[in-house]
């Protein structure tokens, strides 16, 4: 963590919108921080490491905001804004890389959470992944879903898995994404990545026509309706490998919401084409680490055994969780027994365990025999 908020001299409105927003994003990338939050009345702030931390530097204000928005957005993005009060949507800025958008309103003021893309892929080994998410990216078809909050990585692991079997298979492999955060170049693989309000109108839209390109590989940066699952059980049941998110927190929760977006007269058949395609679902979290220099990344796996799909099957997502406990030798942990491994090995304090634990008490019984 930053000993002192990092400094810039940023002038007032009176300075050209880019070369604002271009010192900015340089000292986040200086910082290595994550995102950057331009909100009116307040200096920017970089989040580093998981904390917020605030720039030495005049408060943002509304103009600042306005002429940003006119800057940064084409015509079609601003008009999307002006009608719906938000927007999100990626560039490629000079010497910095790519970055992603989210603008909101705010008391009538458009303001920016920006993310800093990485700029390289890292390996699994670098971003804490378990060995099971390589071995899923050869399975040939299949549904497999990475879960977790905002802010945990659900995109960096989905990018990890593309750039995977973009260099260990010959594939086609289609995106649809909101928006694109990482840029794939073609290896063994081809790659064609669509982005929300640029080459497709929404998820569900693209993912209909995703399925008339000869697709192998067909990845969702969220799924958001019921049409959006429907397609993707669909296209996972009959022979497409596809990878997907969800803001969900956990296994148990991910089924039991796939669940309930369909109404009862669905449920039946939409219940047998999960236990039949699904592959995996990997939860994330990420949690401070115990010395204080950055953040590590916590994960609960769930391999879709004969097991689990009859759990499925018999709509009982509730038990689930003893089947990760008791399922070990198929690469499955529980968030509790990856929080527990982290603190043994001292990666994490007892508190972050303890506070992030499904069961506490069991924790607290492991670690310290009480």
Request: glycine share 4%; proline share 6%; with cysteine.
């Amino acid at each position: 963590m930053e000993s002192s908020p990092p400094a810039v001299e940023l002038a007032p409105s009176s300075e050209q919108s880019r070369a604002y927003f271009d010192r900015i994003l340089k000292l986040a990338r200086k910082h290595g921080a994550s995102d950057v939050h331009l909100i009116r009345g307040i200096p920017p702030v970089l989040r580093i490491n998981g904390d917020i931390t605030p720039i030495q530097a005049a408060p943002v204000e509304p103009q600042q905001l306005n002429d940003l928005l006119e800057t940064l957005a084409n015509p079609l993005q601003r008009e999307t804004y002006t009608r719906t009060w938000q927007l999100c949507f990626s560039m490629f800025w000079p010497k910095i890389g790519r970055f992603r958008a989210s603008v909101y309103q705010h008391s009538g003021v458009p303001e920016f959470s920006i993310r800093i893309c990485e700029e390289t892929f890292r390996t699994r080994e670098q971003l804490g992944l378990p060995t099971v998410v390589e071995e899923l990216t050869r399975r040939p078809n299949g549904l497999i879903l990475v879960t977790g909050p905002t802010g945990v990585g659900k995109t960096t692991t989905l990018s990890y898995m593309i750039n995977s079997i973009n260099h260990n298979r010959r594939a086609k492999i289609v995106t649809i994404e909101d928006p694109v955060e990482f840029v794939h170049e073609n290896r063994l693989s081809i790659v064609v990545q669509q982005e929300v309000m640029t080459d497709v109108t929404s998820f569900r839209a693209g993912l209909t026509h995703v399925l008339r390109q000869d697709p192998d590989v067909i990845v969702i940066g969220e799924m958001r309706d019921l049409e959006t699952i429907e397609t993707a059980l669909v296209a996972a049941e009959t022979g497409h490998l596809v990878l997907a998110t969800l803001h969900t927190p956990d296994s148990v929760q991910t089924i039991q919401r796939i669940f309930s977006v369909f109404p009862p007269s669905q449920q039946n058949a939409i219940v047998q084409q999960l236990a039949n395609s699904l592959q995996a679902i990997v939860a994330q979290k990420l949690l401070p680490r115990a010395n204080g220099e950055g953040r590590i990344l916590a994960c609960e796996v769930c391999v879709a055994t004969p097991a689990v799909r009859n759990q499925i099957r018999e709509m009982h997502p509730h038990l689930l969780y003893s089947e990760m406990q008791t399922g070990r030798k198929h690469h499955m942990q529980t968030m509790d027994q990856c929080l527990l491994d982290y603190y043994l090995k001292g990666e994490i304090t007892y508190d972050t365990a303890i506070s992030n634990a499904r069961e506490p008490n069991t924790i607290k019984h492991k670690a310290t025999g009480t």
